[in-house]
């Protein structure tokens, strides 16, 4: 029996499928690459010492996902493919919608057609929206998405709701991330960003090697401890050390749960710089600019429910983060096309 990991040539996806080998899993990866490169999944192979299939498929070619599921024998999915970027989810809206949500569609139409009835998604803490103070917690209602890259996480979190709902076979598993950060200790994958880095810790990193020459940090006349904005950095082995065990739980509990998976810990942007600079002796100019729109002050997560629930707790702290981001940055400047 093998767990499909959709999206699992990407950032997280990879690590994860690191993780799942060494813990015995079998494992078979769809990608369409539209995010990541094949490179990621041979040096998932070289640290692990383990082989699996990586089939180039779009989740929404139901007909080639169909026969992915008619050669492999699946008992599970693990479903990390999507489009992620904030800003461009605004711009191109229908796009989201129909990658995110439709592929998301075409998936289930296919796990249900061959009877495999357990899924682990890939959620944001961007469901919390802005009308909540952290900590923020599961029971908490979801809603009030700022931009439509987290209305697809919303929506999709509430179909998987509905079919768990409709027929008590499904296991469902709503994994909400807070903000993944880090590489594989060995530096051989890690975080690929195609053009301009959206994210914190990739800009950081690529400013760290010198493809940048200054990071904006987006305002410090927030209500925070210094100014800047606040948010929970997850170390993104501990991240796919959630999914081991949440995966392990969907397996046998049927129904629909939803976790939080962060530190519980806040930590400002001039916090995480500073820490980067501590932890790899490597100098990050900054200047402080206007706001990003749409940004919060602050945004940590209340992670009892995993720890109680799956026994998960993350292990790893910033420092070990910006060290092993700084060990994929500088032995790969340009990701995967080194
Ligand atoms: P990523 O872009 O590195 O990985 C996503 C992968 O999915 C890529 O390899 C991409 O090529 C693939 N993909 C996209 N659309 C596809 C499709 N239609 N068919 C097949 N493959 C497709 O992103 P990531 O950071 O690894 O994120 C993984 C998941 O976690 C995403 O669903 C993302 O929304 C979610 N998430 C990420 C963060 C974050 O900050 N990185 C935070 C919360 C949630
Ligand atoms: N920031 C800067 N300068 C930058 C980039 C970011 O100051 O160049 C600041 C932001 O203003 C924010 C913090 O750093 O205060 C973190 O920003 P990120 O863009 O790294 O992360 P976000 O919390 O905005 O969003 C991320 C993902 C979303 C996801 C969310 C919650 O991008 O997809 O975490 O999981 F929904």
Redesign the pocket.
């Given at each position: 029996m093998a767990v499909l990991v959709?999206?699992?040539?990407?950032?997280?996806?990879s690590q994860t499928c690191v993780h799942l080998l060494e813990a015995g899993k079998e494992i078979v990866v769809?990608?369409?690459?539209?995010?990541?490169s094949p490179k990621s999944a041979k040096a998932v192979r070289e640290i692990t010492g383990k082989d699996f299939p990586l089939i180039e498929?779009?989740?929404?070619d139901t007909e080639k996902l169909d026969e992915v599921f008619t050669q492999y024998d699946i008992e599970a999915v693990i479903?990390?493919?999507?489009?992620?970027a904030v800003g461009e989810s605004v711009s191109k809206p229908l796009e989201y919608y129909d990658?995110?949500i439709g592929?998301t569609l075409k998936l289930i139409e296919v796990m249900k057609k061959h009877g495999v009835k357990c899924i682990v998604f890939?959620?944001?803490?961007?469901v919390y929206g802005e009308r909540h103070l952290a900590p923020f917690n599961e029971e908490m209602e979801a809603g009030g998405t700022t931009n439509p890259?987290g209305t697809t996480?919303l929506f999709i979190e509430q179909i998987l709701k509905d079919i768990a709902a409709a027929d008590s076979e499904w296991s469902v598993s709503l994994l909400r991330?807070?903000?993944?950060i880090g590489a594989h200790i060995s530096g051989k994958i890690g975080?690929a960003p195609n053009g301009i880095p959206n994210?914190l810790m990739p800009y950081i990193s690529q400013v760290a090697v010198g493809k940048r020459e200054k990071l904006s940090v987006f305002g410090n006349d927030y209500d925070t401890p210094d100014g800047t904005g606040v948010r929970d950095y997850i170390h993104v082995a501990d991240l796919a050390d959630g999914h081991v065990v949440a995966l392990d739980r969907a397996l046998s509990v049927k129904g629909c749960e939803i976790f939080n998976l962060g530190t519980g810990k806040g930590v400002s942007v001039l916090q995480l710089v500073h820490a980067f600079i501590e932890a790899t002796g490597v100098d990050v100019p900054y200047v402080i600019t206007a706001r990003r729109p749409g940004d919060i002050a602050t945004s940590y997560a209340d992670c009892s429910k995993a720890e109680k629930v799956l026994g998960w707790k993350a292990k790893r702290d910033i420092f070990d983060a910006c060290r092993d981001t700084w060990r994929w940055q500088k032995n790969n400047p340009n990701g995967f096309d080194d």
């Open positions: 959709t999206g699992g040539a990407g950032y997280i996806g769809v990608d369409n690459f539209s995010n990541s498929c779009d989740i929404r479903h990390f493919a999507g489009l992620k990658n995110n592929g890939s959620s944001s803490a961007t890259y996480k991330y807070f903000n993944p975080e994210n």
